[in-house]
């Protein structure tokens, strides 16, 4: 197992409660049928949420993101991401965490409508698990 595979899976057992959140608010879209990996390697970089089929990858930012150090490196995973043929769209943890619905909107706006025809997102349910494009 390479040391990509192995940072990953850490992530996943170790995700915060804005990424867990973000799981949850992918659920209609994950019941009907799309498949998004967590924390899943990609070249030199381990993403937060990705649809392959739809190259669409969700990063869910955290406070480090918005040093220099950490915009100077998202810049250059991004554009690494774009090379692929990816987006990236990217919430905050105060966006998942304090607005879900506009959250939930971004996602019904980006993926379609989910087959649950849900007006509002998913609620957490005691359940683990529970932007910008550039």
Known sequence: ????????RKLRRDQTLAER??????????DAGWHFRRQAPI?????DFVCKRQ???FEIDGDSHYSDEG?????????????LGYSVLRFTNEDVLGS????????RGVLGEPDAGLSSPP???GRPGGGSFS
Do not use: C, H
Not at 1 to 8: G, R, S
Not at 71 to 83: F, G, Q
């Open 43 to 47: 070249g030199p970089f381990v993403v």
């Open 55 to 57: 190259k669409l990858i």
């Open 123 to 125: 609620p957490t349910r």
């Open 1 to 8: 197992m390479d040391d990509q595979t192995t940072f990953a």
């Open 100 to 107: 879900d619905d506009g959250v939930f909107e971004v996602l």
């Open 71 to 83: 915009v100077a490196r998202d810049s250059v995973r991004t554009a690494y991401l774009r090379r």
């Open 21 to 30: 959140r973000f799981w949850v608010l992918l659920e209609p879209w994950r």
